[in-house]
Structure formats: C-alpha cells, structure tokens
C-alpha cells in the first residue's frame, strides 16, 4: 500500500527553528509538496522537492532523499502565524497526490 | 472571481438526501480534484478531471459521481448522502496533471453536516 508518515504534533519556541519529517512509501515518485493549512481554512502550497537536496525559499527550506524515502521541511526564525498544519504529499506513478495526516505546529511565545 | 470558488460554504443535509457540492475556477486550469479531509486522516482523493470531457475515480469515490463540462466548473453530487459522508470537501485546480510543479490550488472549502 502507500503510506506518508509525519508527526501528529510539534511544539516550537518564537524565533526559533523547527524540522517537520516525513517518509513515504509509494507506487512511483514524481516530485514531493509541502502544504500549509492554517485551521478551518484551506491548504496552501509551500515547496516542492523532485531531486535530492534542498531547497530554499525565504524562512522555509525543504530537503528531499528519494532514496531513503525521506523528506523534511525546515522553518527558521518562526513567528506566531506559523501556527498551523503542514503537509507533506506526494505524487506516485500515475500522478495523483497521496497525501500524509498532517503535522500541526504549535508556536509559543 | 479570481482563483476557486466554493458553494456552499457550510450545509446540514438529512441522510438519503442528494446535494451537489459547486466547484468553479478561473484560472484556465486543465486539471482538477475533489478531496475530503476528515479529523487524523489526510486529503482523501475523490474524483479528478485531467481536462474538460473527462473524469476519474480516486481513492474514494463510491457514493459521489462528478462531471465537466467545460474548463471552469466541476460539480460534486452526492445521489444519497450518508452519515458517514460527513467531512469537509475541498475542491482544486492545476495547470495540468502531469509532470513538472503542477501545484494544485485548492478551494476555501464545503463543510458538510449528514445527520
């Protein structure tokens, strides 16, 4: 079967860094996304990732390993409005997005 | 308009009822998804259309039937809404459906209720 797995829930200080896992197992590859989703609105696309290595855009960076099946998103410096649910999807083989549960953030001052 | 457009925003439906979920872009975008997302799970894919005239099943799609007509809009029908059809819809549009970004946009949202 396909599988995303990320933590449920972080916690991270004001101003700090904060590192959001996920490791998948899919039918294919074809580029991996990361999605914010502030609560009761809708997700909204952060990064994308189709080789290995890093990408950076401003305070967040994701990191891809297609061989170990393994991504990250980095987000430094946080602020209160990073408060929210991150998203980690991948596109398999016949590019549809398979998509983890979420990993929400909780900032505290 | 400008991006995805939603209606309802929110809705109470009796079970055995049918509704129709409203979909609507403008973007000139190709491809677009039907998702529901309900409390410990992720997106759940529904129905797709890669372009106009065609449709798709997802991971989901027993019970909800889709159709596009056109570019811009793609209707979700549940025929006999059941309790456990509760969730919150999301619909969403990309450029196409293949390779390359293909970022997909998504919608603000359809809360449904089936009681």
């Known amino acids: 079967g396909q599988n995303i797995d990320q933590p449920t829930e972080m916690t991270a200080t004001e101003g700090a860094i904060v590192q959001i896992n996920c490791t998948y197992q899919t039918s294919g590859f074809n580029g991996l996304f990361w999605y914010q989703q502030h609560a009761g609105e809708a997700p909204t696309f952060l990064s994308y990732?189709?080789l290995d290595g890093l990408e950076e855009k401003g305070r967040f960076s994701s990191f891809l390993s297609r061989s170990k099946g393994y991504s990250y998103l980095l987000l430094k410096e946080l602020q209160m409005k990073d408060s929210a649910s991150y998203l980690c999807?991948?596109?398999?083989?016949?590019?549809?997005?398979?998509w983890g549960a979420g990993t929400k953030l909780i900032i505290k001052p | 308009i400008a991006g995805i457009t939603q209606a309802p925003t929110s809705q109470i439906l009796a079970a055995g009822r049918r509704m129709t979920l409203r979909c609507t872009q403008d973007?000139?975008?190709?491809?677009m998804y039907w998702y529901r997302q309900d409390l410990g799970l992720g997106l759940r894919l529904i129905h797709y259309?890669?372009?106009?005239?065609?449709?798709g099943k997802g991971e989901v799609p027993d019970g909800y039937s889709v159709s596009r007509a056109n570019t811009d809009d793609f209707p979700l029908t549940l025929a006999s809404a059941v309790p456990s059809q509760t969730s919150v819809y999301f619909c969403?549009?990309?450029?196409?459906?293949?390779?390359?970004?293909?970022?997909?946009?998504f919608g603000p949202g359809t809360r449904l209720t089936v009681l």
């Open positions: 973007m000139r975008h190709n491809a």
């Open positions: 259309s890669n372009t106009a005239g065609t449709t």
């Open positions: 999807a991948v596109r398999d083989s016949n590019y549809q997005l398979i």
């Open positions: 990732n189709v």
């Open positions: 969403a549009s990309s450029v196409s459906a293949g390779v390359g970004y293909n970022e997909q946009f």
